[in-house]
């Protein structure tokens, strides 16, 4: 059993503070949000993720975890201190530090006992070499044994619980081989792969994981829009092309694009860095356009569909940027409906998670309370999120609901033959004329 303070209880710090404790550890987790520490000192969860409120019922009743908004409390007897707060993207897309600077020094000055310290945020190559240096200023001449380790997190949102037990690897990186070897005991038990490297290679692996995963769905993106253009179908493409063991079928899903709360900012950091110290990144530049293209071409699709977009009423299906999460940060369904009422059309939408959170960003929509609603009266229906209650929804009653029946399928998820045989004009993503035909 070891000690262990989780900084930030946000997607990631919640679930590592609950999967520590659930492995036997006693676990603290702090936040600054007093709101979300009085909630969950009620078992009121601040995100939505499958799994994780029974999990963190249990091991609170099992006294290995607390809430606290205290950094004093919180850090009395630990002998590490995970961070795990954001790093949202500035002004110039660069990684913003300033909530790991109040993290580091709030460290400082609120233990006098050994610690490791390690970064599970998401930070720039070198962040953390400056965190130790952060802490060794704000001590301003009181020595602490301290020592930094990076160990990226790349639990996935929807399975975050899953990923966190049955990681495919845990990377972590040290200047001090043994205080990494002490981190990478907290892991023994999941009996995975841990890597231990230097401290700048760490953080780069966690950039250069999610912007790979990034460059392979713009690359299946930009071949989603050949297809268009001549006829093939990208769905098997991919299948194609997933076949081959070297190329594998994972992140090769045609549709809206990429986004949430890592692969747009992380990839937007990686090229600010990389122009920052003097390489010229290219591909990450060119993976972020097709990106953004990707939305604006759904959005062209439609008005072509419709011959303009002024006044029409469109129901969106899906918010969150991908099922199973209440997360909507950079989600391609937020920037297609801020397109389409651009152009002056009408909005109705649902999800079964993320309305919530959504509506401060989209407040000329409707809310609905089913799909059914989001259907009702409108001239296109955009599926923007892939959740399991829209694979089977009822067709025949969609179709009487909706004023005109056009469909855009930007997951595609549904059957675009079926759905034309029942006299929709249904577009998919990269489903060429020929593959259209044959629908
Ligand atoms: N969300 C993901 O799927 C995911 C996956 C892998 C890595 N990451 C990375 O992990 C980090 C955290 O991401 P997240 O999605 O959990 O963020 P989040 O925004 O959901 O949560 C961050 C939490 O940190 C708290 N916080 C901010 N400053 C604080 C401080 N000084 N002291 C204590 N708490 C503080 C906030 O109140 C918030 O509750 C980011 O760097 C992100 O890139 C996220």
């Known amino acids: 059993m070891s000690n262990i303070c989780v900084i930030g209880t946000g997607y990631v710090g919640l679930v590592t503070g609950v999967c ?5 550890n006693r676990v603290v987790c702090l936040d600054v949000d007093q709101k979300r520490i009085e909630g969950l000192k009620k078992n009121v969860m601040p995100i939505y993720e499958p799994g994780l409120e029974q999990l963190t019922i249990q091991n609170v009743k099992a006294g290995r975890l607390t809430f606290t908004t205290d950094y004093h409390e919180a850090l009395a007897g630990m002998e590490f201190a995970f961070i795990a707060v954001g790093t949202p993207s500035g002004v110039e ?106 401290l700048r290679t760490a953080e780069m692996i966690k950039y250069a994981s999610n912007a790979f995963l990034a460059t392979r769905i713009s690359f299946i993106n930009e071949i989603a829009n050949m297809c268009e253009e001549m006829g093939a179908d990208v769905r098997e493409v991919a299948q194609g092309m997933g076949m081959d063991k070297r190329i594998g079928h994972a992140f090769l899903d045609a549709g809206l694009g990429w986004g949430g709360s890592c692969f747009p900012k992380d990839v937007k950091a990686l090229e600010h860095m990389a122009v920052l110290n003097g390489t010229h990144p290219q591909l990450l530049q060119a993976v972020m356009e097709i990106n953004r293209n990707q939305r604006r071409r759904a959005v062209l699709k439609l008005r072509k569909a419709l011959g303009g977009l002024n006044e029409k009423v469109i129901g969106v299906l899906g918010l969150s940027f991908k099922p199973n999460t209440d997360d909507v940060r950079d989600a391609p369904a937020l920037e297609v409906i801020r397109l389409l009422e651009n152009e002056g059309a009408f909005v109705k939408v649902y999800d079964p998670q993320a309305m919530e959170v959504a509506a401060p960003y989209i407040k000329k929509a409707v809310f609905c309370d089913d799909p059914y609603c989001a259907v009702t009266d409108v001239d296109a229906l955009v599926l923007a999120t892939e959740w399991n209650e829209f694979k089977q929804l009822d067709f025949s009653r969609v179709r009487s609901l909706m004023r005109t029946p056009v469909i855009l399928d930007g997951r595609n998820l549904w059957d675009g033959e079926a759905l034309r045989a029942m006299g929709f004009t249904y577009f998919g993503v990269g489903r060429g004329v020929t593959a259209v035909a044959r629908d």
């Not at 520590?20 to 036997?24: I, R, S, V, Y």
């Not at 020592?147 to 990186?173: T, Y």
Request: proline share 5%; net charge negative; charged share 25%.
């Open 20 to 24: 520590f404790a659930d492995l036997g």
């Open 93 to 198: 897309g660069e990684a913003d530090l300033q909530f790991i600077r109040a993290a580091a020094e709030s460290i400082a000055e609120n233990i006098n006992t050994p610690v490791v310290v390690v970064n599970k945020s998401t930070v720039p190559v070198g962040t953390g070499d400056w965190v130790a240096d952060v802490i060794r200023k704000k001590r301003a001449g009181k020595p602490l044994d301290f020592k930094v380790v990076s160990n990226p997190e790349f639990l996935r949102e929807g399975s975050a619980i899953n990923d966190f037990m049955s990681p495919d690897r845990v990377v972590l990186g040290s200047l001090d081989k043994e205080a990494a070897q002490q981190v990478a005991r907290l892991y023994a038990s999941l009996r995975c792969p841990i890597l231990i490297t230097d």
